[in-house]
């Protein structure tokens, strides 16, 4: 089962520089600009064989004093109702602030596992200095340095100590895992209600419903497919000032347990940056796609020009990946719900798609004859093979060329491309490897 540990602290602690560091990415998060690219704040950490997904809070703040600390303070909400475990990070350099004091009220209260992590410890007298922190209730502050990296073992050990190691239900293989995503207020209830044709209460109202996605097996028209249900989790107060960070929190899990994501969209507000944002964990996550647009029935005008310049705008959006279906449906009426399992199904076994060798060389290499790869510094590159990888989760393909390092992504796209217009692979993601002959 995916867990998620969330990073929070005030600003300028090092939650980015840890988050670096945990997901080994050394990408230029830290600027000082506002709205740099929110997509950075979500990574993958392993550590000792075991996978977890971090989320650094720090990226989804509103840059102005004064609402500030309200900000934060609503993330911290939203990140404990959504995370199996806290990373608090408090700074050894300045000591212990007012606004520390408040945000370890909230995670005292709400029962979650928390490390309290005390960062920029560079020397041994700042140990001693970290004392301080006991102050706030949370237990043993862990020292580290997220610059340098020192102790973030200790760390990492500890975090795998509290996230709970039991398996989560068994779920058989061999059977698509659909998963509902999308913003708030988009109908994804409706939608899993008319899939599955009974109104269930998804919300209920005792403390605690479990954080797990659920995972619902149906056997409707024929189709044989698990829902990854997120609407379980309880939410104790509606936040609706940071639906962006919200909905991504709210996501990662569903998207993570799926093998096809349903990306709904509002045809009354078209294409907006959360469902950017829903995207972007869609595509890091390598899973297929539907792109489903809801509430259709809404929608005046129903021309297929309308039609085209809508699918046209979403795909625009969402390149350079386009390969995968739009469909225009309505929950409320149940218009195209059908359609909707019917894609979803496709779209999952184009993932186990195989390609033959000798067919893939046959199509391939006259293309890349035609279009070879724009030559580097006066050396001509030269792809004499391809194959595809046997028993990859999506598929992947494997060009040996005699410089790869010089293939430029432009033309893995090409080839990406040419690899779709060849075989029906609409809705997966392919992987497209240049490696040495």
């Known amino acids: 089962m ?19 560091r945990l ?32 989320v650094d809070t720090g990226g989804w703040v509103v840059k102005s004093d004064d609402i500030f600390e309200e900000e934060i303070r609503k993330q911290v909400i939203i990140a404990t109702e959504e995370a199996d475990l806290v990373l608090f990070l408090v700074d050894v350099t300045t000591g212990l602030t007012d606004w520390d004091e408040d945000v370890a009220l909230i995670l005292r209260r709400s029962k979650l596992p928390v490390i309290l992590v005390a960062n920029k410890a560079d020397n041994f007298d700042q140990y001693y200095e970290a004392a301080e922190f006991y102050k706030l209730g949370l237990g043993d502050p862990v020292c580290i340095s997220s ?3 020192s102790g973030t073992g200790d760390l990492l050990d500890q975090v795998l100590e509290k996230l709970n190691t039991e398996g989560g239900e068994q779920i058989e293989d061999g059977i698509p895992r659909f998963a509902v995503v999308g913003r708030p ?30 995972y619902t097996r149906y056997d ?26 919200y909905s991504v929190m709210r996501s990662i899990r569903a998207i993570e347990n799926s093998d096809v994501c349903i990306l709904m969209i509002d045809a009354t507000r078209g294409i907006e940056a959360q469902d950017m944002n829903i995207f972007q964990l869609i595509q890091k996550n390598n899973k297929s796609l539907v792109v489903v647009v809801n509430k259709w029935d809404l929608v005046e005008n129903k021309d297929q020009v309308v039609i085209k310049t809508f699918e046209n705008a979403i795909r625009e959006r969402m390149a350079p990946f ?7 449906a309505s929950a409320l009426t149940k218009q195209r719900i059908f359609k909707v399992l019917e894609t979803a199904k496709q779209v999952y076994l184009n993932r186990t798609a195989r390609v033959g060798t000798t067919k893939l060389n046959e199509v391939m290499l006259p293309l890349i004859e035609a279009f ?8 001509y590159i030269k792809i004499k093979y391809c194959m595809q990888v046997p028993d990859t989760q999506i598929p992947t393909f494997v060009f040996y060329a005699n410089l790869p390092q ?31 002959k």
Request: aromatic fraction near 10%; charged fraction near 25%; include cysteine.
């Open 185 to 214: 207020n988009v109908g994804k209830s409706s939608l899993i209600n008319a899939f599955i044709g009974e109104d269930r209460h998804i919300v209920t109202d005792i403390a605690g419903t479990t954080r797990d996605s659920i």
């Open 322 to 328: 386009t390969d995968f279906p739009i469909i225009f």
């Open 406 to 436: 010089y293939v430029k992504e432009p033309y893995r796209r090409f080839l990406e491309n040419k690899i779709r217009e060849n075989w029906t692979m609409t809705g997966c993601p392919i992987n497209v490897f240049i490696r040495h």
């Open 147 to 149: 610059a340098t990296g």
């Open 23 to 54: 997901t080994k990415s050394r990408k230029a998060i830290v600027s000082e600009e506002a709205g740099t690219t929110r997509d950075r704040q979500y990574g993958k950490c392993e550590w000792n064989g075991r996978e977890f997904s971090v």
């Open 220 to 245: 409707k028209f024929g189709f044989d497919f698990y829902l990854v249900d997120t609407a379980g989790i309880r939410r104790k107060n509606k936040v609706t000032e940071n639906l962006e960070f």
């Open 372 to 379: 070879p790869p724009p030559s580097v510094k006066g050396k």
């Open 2 to 20: 995916g867990n998620l540990v969330a990073i929070v602290g005030r600003p300028n602690v090092g939650k980015s520089t840890l988050f670096n």
